[in-house]
């Protein structure tokens, strides 16, 4: 059972655009959600992350959008550049007060930005 | 400059052979990860630890095992390889502050593919 869906399994852009990145989510407990970003050969790196208490964050050009009614995510990245295209992972934790930092990721959406 | 190292990188393997994967972190971080990269599955915890002597298992555990020999030394092993554990391992590592979310750093990965 996917707890934490990216249903998008690519995505392609043009230079200077707008990339929307989707991440879906079934677990009411969540509280906490993240994205990474992933070049080949390279570990994740952290990008972004919202707390459930919010509904939004923004870090330069990126910004991601939290819709709980919905249980989804989304993260923009204006503009789109070149060096962003990688893999983006969403993920979320649960685990409230006991902050084990346990992390569930979706499946991950593979951006590319064409010059 | 602090980092989170994984050995091998790369490693082929057989059937039934023991393999240890080695994690290294000299962040000075208190907890530690092992997740494996599947694709179309995203990343899925293996183990968890939180300090030497506190190991927990995580979502994908059957298979492995895990030592947590030092605060900065956290190795996976499988006992007997099977050819679906043929996957991208990484080992992440966070701060373990109450109260508040803490960002996991990522390792480069290990490629292991079990014939």
């Known amino acids: 059972d996917q707890q934490v869906k990216q249903n998008s399994p690519s995505l392609s852009v043009q230079e200077g655009r707008i990339s929307i990145l989707n991440c879906d989510y079934t677990n009411s407990m969540f509280d906490y959600f993240l994205w990474y970003k992933k070049y080949p050969a390279e570990g994740p790196t952290f990008l972004i992350s919202?707390?459930?208490?919010?509904d939004k964050n923004e870090d330069g050009r990126f910004t991601v959008f939290l819709n709980k009614s919905a249980k989804h995510l989304s993260l923009h990245i204006v503009p789109s550049q070149p060096g962003d295209s990688a893999v983006y992972f969403c993920a979320a934790s649960g685990d409230g007060s006991s902050n084990t930092g346990k992390l569930i990721f979706g499946q991950g959406t593979t951006l590319q930005v064409k010059p | 400059d602090a980092d989170v190292t994984q050995t091998p990188r790369n490693r082929i393997t057989k059937t039934g052979k023991r393999i240890m994967l080695e994690c290294s972190q000299t962040k000075g971080h208190d907890r530690m990860y092992w997740y494996r990269q599947d694709p179309g599955l995203g990343l899925r915890l293996i183990y968890y630890?939180?300090?030497?002597?506190?190991?927990n298992k995580g979502e994908i555990s059957d298979g492995y095992s895990v030592s947590r020999q030092a605060q900065a030394k956290f190795s996976l092993s499988l006992e007997s390889a099977i050819p679906n554990q043929t996957a991208l391992y990484f080992c992440a590592t966070s701060r373990g502050e109450a109260g508040t979310y803490n960002e996991q750093f990522f390792g480069p990965g290990t490629r292991l593919t079990v014939l």
């Open positions: 919202i707390s459930s208490i919010k």
């Open positions: 630890s939180f300090d030497v002597k506190d190991i």
